[in-house]
């Protein structure tokens, strides 16, 4: 957890104080449930509650004090609640075993993670759908490996955007169904210590679901689906976040960062504004999908259970709900305040001598008898004349002297292709399916 | 492609002719529905359909011959279609680019592929179900950290596989509708010189849905979250395989993987017989995996897109489906042909002097009144005694001879407690949980 | 193996009919070793060397049609040979065990597949050099962030590049190093049933170093960070083919990959120049990355040795070596025939309005005895009108007008630090550092 | 950074307090190499070491909050430090750029982090020298795919241990010199506004080489270099930990952890005692493989650098070198303590039947004349009787009946090959190899 990277929220969920209140929940809850069964005396859950009535403050120090002796955590935690609450806590735990507390508390940290999650991303939903609207007819040139292609909006680039983290949205909420599952099913997971209806008690209580079959363990493949969720979503931060720090590019400088008063761009050239912000997510995004795989490795475990998965999870559950927590907001952040340039974008647009056109003239001759191998001939050698002279030349110009296309095509007739309106005519189609 | 771990279907679905194939029908039901709109004759169409009816033979070398000159596969595979079927070709492509063709057959393959993935799944759950309903009631010990912890069953063990697989099967059903989308959007998503009812028609002769918002490319999110999903059922299978590799390790020999007439264990040694196919998988699991990375990288493609991503995916495309394909199937042979030793589980059981059975007396200690760190005291040194005699002392005798424990428990009390069925009473509910 | 991502000599290094003939050197020159020992009869060695002398086919079917009845390849191989050799052969493999052949062999070919990538990296190094030197003093404008930041020359790219590449022949060695060891050592690695003195000669003959302590199998570390600098180089070419790529954007334009007649950029818009290679590039380096994992994964083998290594090196032995010989001379010739624009990149050095010189003029101004921070917001305050102008306004200009500038600093002052040369004055100092 | 698995001397090199430090001695070092060269005040010099000299507390708190405002972490501290030493700190960070500060930081910062990881390596080492010779007669099966293969020795398995660690030793070497290069070259690596003679200068106090050839920052193929290497000692940190793991099972527990006075091994199963310091060694080297992946993303900056590396770096940094730091110190305890059982380790040798002396015999009887397939197939029949019985029968009894293997060899020639002795006839040699 780097501080510079974390939200306090996200941070919350995985302070030390915030586990031990939910692993008392889990005891304090099943010793309800095994009052309720007759199974330990009610005297045992009530005693819990009005300790925790008292809005008790947890010792993490004194816990950890303990652990260094037996080192071992739940025992740890144990032992001090019941310095704390008395003679009836040693009706607490009973039948379960460390993972029935630990991997319940895992799974409402990462329910609870991935409701701040989903409201993140809602909040960047938001943003880019605001910006998608309001650029919705701004033209831009559309890019394929660098080079200009044909016209698009500004507004269909947020749309796609908008499309790729409504997948998101979908997956997180698949990945969080899968990883919030309640386990209190003893040393191997055959109950038999416990009852069953402890678990559907206490998995009710924390709004989990029932885990089918654990083995002292909720199974790893969960985890490991989860991660590689979350390693996904960071893929598509980077991806929009590259593309900011393209249109930033001097050359291009089409929209930039919100470069606020007082900010340095660069300790030695005071000229700079740099696209900090996107070149961070970028870096962000590698970390998110650095955990995939040790998640993956995770699932793996030995028999029954092993406990190599524990120091990952010490890791990358903070680290990577965190960081993409962080990132999540940070790029909503950008988007909303993305400072764009149109007149920019149409000087880019039109900077290459109407080479943009290229495809509707090639159709045209073809449609008008001429070979798709000749039409595509005769408009890459004037296309090619443009493009060497840097856009000083103009394709329209070209291509109405050309006399084997003005054979095919008169030259009214290819004036009316280089007409940028005609590309926008779908671009309502699109925003319905994207945003309907 | 490793032709040693690979099967025929699946890598049929890869073959340079299946790819061809489905270009052309791409081709020809755009063609189509482009006549049925008007912007093409019917003749067109109906050229190339004919053409096809005749089920000619695709001549991959001929196509590659022409790539070598175009440097641009589409276009050469337009211009050999061209040869074949004549003038009427010149209409094929009317408005499309090369992604149009490349991605929508990428997702006609990777939802073939799904296709034999799933079969090879629910062929497995099948074989994992067989075994694990004649195993039901098989005692066998539990382990936690590779130590005995308390009795299992074996069908405990296969019910925890079947509901992994089955987890598998869901993520991948939903891994299959993130990638089988369609897009006939044009040079850079805006549908400038296609009619959008062209995708529809075409998503919906192939079994697709249309791609809401495309950029000439289907963002790469999509094919991320596949082979992501494909790692982690890598995993389970990593995870079932290790265990059949622990179970069949000299000194527990619970179980072991079928060993054929005529095969041989080792060069060196004629008395080996060692867990091959599950090592195998083991390894086959850690490629899959690996290509989780390069699918993540590929998402944040530049601009409306780079072809970055391809070279990926020619790669990981086949590989990981082929992959993985195998390696289900092998697991499915593992499972189904496993010899497996009850008496030997038994044995094994057995063998810790009673240990297993520590944890009842420490709970009943508790109920009569001890506090749970004396009860833990006194239940550990006892066992502490019998782990070091390597089982050769009794657990249940030595807890009747400890006096402190005596005085809260008698020993016909402590006896009671060393009973296995005990352990075996809520089978039932996790295999209705599993399997109903 | 990709085809189209392979080259013959590489390839051919994977070939079944090249391990064979790597197996029976190994078995031959053991046998030879063990002959002159005394172990075996001379006359088995001569059967040996005889029958190779005749140059024979290796049956790669009949082998692989024994080792479908066997399930061993090694004992199917030795089998194979015997059947052709005779009854001479039965002295063959004594006292060694398959990965005696299997791992000595894997080092071999590692062996030769470094040899191709060194001559590859000094194929690179050596178009880098001759490039560098031609654009030694071809300025260009620097750009971190994306951002203009101050000038440099095309040359110092290269060095850079070619620094980096240097290193990579250095890591490269070290990694060949590594791996290139030989273990003839037994079942267990004990030399139970060999003399050490085997392992020794054919090490010699093979140009191997002895494996100081193997447990049957060569330990994987060595693979580890072989397949990890591989990984490592990976990332050196995406770097030299990203800088391509950004060079080559339609806004930026300074240089370009070859182009060659005939070549179409794209199927639908005639006009398109694409950096498909670099692109490609990028590509093949996340493979050649993704296989950096799975080695990793492979070195915790259990005990003396487990087999689940032995699949991902069926995969990543060929297909990282062969991927990353293609990408090397791929960039060879991407660095080779790139077109240079030295007139755009003085354009675009120019067209930021002398921004690019804002550092000199701060430091003159603290020279002179304004404060750091006073000097950062002169500078600045002027640097951002011109960065708002896109570059129409003169910094210059608007510093020799800003009355609290030219209080600590007369115009003609400001002038001088609008010097280009000015920058390239080390140019010297560092090309002999890295090509000296 | 995990508290519970950090150590205070790695942690302390990534403190706040420790990176400004080095921060303040790099453009301490820096303005006196500028003074030497007259090109600020010596006096400008002198006041930042006097200032230096009165051990100043560094206000991290008061330096992020300026930071807070400039959005850049080195403006931040050289405003901060002028506040404390007064006006002769404006010639401070004379025609320096951030990255000169930041990267010759991160140098000094992760070769001191290798310097305590060597030390580590060097404790290990000695432990396992120790151990090795300890045991280095002690017989134990050596097992290959789990299975019962040939006797070794327990101090030939730590011998290979040692081995493998040597090279992780090396390997730490070389990346260290890898990351140990200095750069202070100004905006673009120019050097256009600092001498070169700086960087040296620079470098050499702080014990760095001269980056040949940097462009702001230092090429991040070093560290990619250096975090791999990290990644493949974290594989063999995992492959002795997993070694003891299978040690420790119930069945094979031919050695223990150490399990100290009060430990408890499951808070519901008192019989417990658990190899959880090598599982955990397990997780940990899964992190630290995990930081591979970034740290490779992060060498294609794109042109003269981006700031994508900076934040991924701010993660494993730390992370990488406190995680392999704890991890080491972990494994040396696990090593040192560890609890070996000589007399299991014989018991498990013979409980197979004296299957792990077939080899000899096949080669017996090869020898005697029989045919290799023959000799394999008439011991391997006998061999799987005794596997199938457990070990009850015994491999050389029922040799000793079978006529046809009698036939070529008497009994007592059979018997002969039952020698364990044999096996270990060659331990010297190998001892030599490794640790002379």
Redesign the interface.
């Known amino acids: 957890?780097?501080p510079?990277?974390s939200r306090p929220d996200m941070t919350a969920i995985w302070s030390p104080e915030a586990r031990f209140a939910i692993w008392f929940e889990i005891e304090a809850h099943a010793t309800q449930a095994l009052a309720d069964l007759g199974t330990v005396p009610q005297s045992a859950a009530k005693a819990l509650w009005d300790w925790w009535a008292t809005k008790p403050q947890i010792d993490v120090a004194a816990i950890d004090a303990i652990e260094a002796?037996?080192?071992?955590d739940?025992?740890a935690f144990?032992?001090w609640v019941?310095e704390q609450v008395g003679?009836e806590a040693?009706?607490m735990?009973?039948?379960?075993?460390?993972s029935d507390v630990l991997d319940t508390c895992l799974a409402v940290q990462l329910a609870r993670a991935s409701d701040l999650l989903l409201a993140d991303i809602d909040a960047l939903l938001e943003a880019i759908k605001r910006r998608a609207y309001e650029h919705k007819l701004t033209p831009t040139?559309?890019?394929?490996?660098?080079?200009?292609?044909?016209?698009?909006t500004f507004g269909?680039?947020l749309?796609?955007a908008y499309?790729?983290f409504a997948?998101?949205k979908t997956?997180l909420l698949?990945a969080r169904a899968?990883v919030a599952t309640c386990a209190i099913s003893?040393?191997?997971?055959?109950?038999?210590?416990i009852d069953?209806r402890v678990e559907a008690y206490v998995a009710d209580k924390l709004g989990l679901t029932?885990e089918?079959?654990?083995?002292?363990v909720i199974?790893?493949?969960?985890h490991?689906?989860f991660f590689?969720?979350l390693?996904?979503i960071?893929?598509?931060i980077?991806?929009l976040?590259?593309?900011v720090?393209?249109l930033?590019?001097?050359?291009?400088?089409e929209a930039e960062e919100y470069f606020?008063p007082?900010?340095?761009?660069?300790?030695?050239?005071?000229?700079?504004?740099?696209?900090?912000l996107t070149?961070?997510l970028?870096?962000?995004?590698?970390?998110v999908?650095?955990?995939?795989?040790?998640a993956?490795?995770?699932?793996?475990?030995?028999?029954?259970?092993?406990?190599?998965?524990?120091?990952?999870e010490?890791?990358?559950g903070p680290?990577a709900t965190i960081t993409l927590d962080f990132a999540l907001a940070r790029l909503t952040g950008v988007v909303d305040k993305l400072v764009v340039y149109p007149k920019?974008m149409q000087k880019?647009l039109d900077?290459?001598g109407g080479?943009?056109h290229?495809?509707?003239v090639?159709?045209a001759l073809?449609q008008a008898g001429v070979?798709?191998?000749d039409s595509?001939r005769l408009?890459?050698r004037n296309?090619?004349k443009?493009?060497e002279s840097?856009g000083e030349l103009s394709?329209l110009e070209l291509l109405q002297n050309d006399p084997e296309v003005t054979a095919a095509l008169p030259p009214e007739a290819i004036a009316e292709k280089f007409d940028l309106d005609?590309?926008?005519?779908?671009?309502d189609?699109?925003f319905d399916?994207?945003f309907a």
């Not at 970028?282 to 970390?287: E, F, I, K, P, V």
């Not at 999908?289 to 040790?294: A, I, K, L």
Request: proline share 4%.
């Open positions: 957890m780097i510079r990277y002796v037996t080192k071992h739940v025992i144990l032992t019941a003679d040693r009706f735990h009973q039948g379960m075993t460390s040139i559309g890019r394929s490996h660098g080079i200009h292609a044909e016209p698009v269909l680039k749309a796609q499309a790729e997948r998101a997956r698949a899968d003893g040393a191997v997971g055959t109950f038999a210590n069953p029932v089918p079959v654990s083995t002292q199974p790893r493949d969960r490991a689906m590689a969720t390693g996904v960071a893929g598509s980077e991806r976040a590259t593309e720090r393209h930033q590019r001097t050359e291009v400088l606020s007082g900010q340095k761009g660069s300790s030695a050239m005071p000229h700079k504004r740099n696209p900090v070149e961070n970028t870096g962000l995004a590698r970390m999908r650095g955990y995939v795989t040790p993956l490795e995770n699932v793996a475990l030995w028999h029954e259970r092993d406990i190599s998965h524990s120091s990952v010490r890791y990358i680290d920019r880019n900077r290459m080479l943009v290229s495809q509707r090639l159709l073809t070979s798709r191998e595509y408009v890459q296309a090619m443009v493009w840097d394709l005609y590309h926008l005519r779908h671009v189609t699109i399916r994207v």
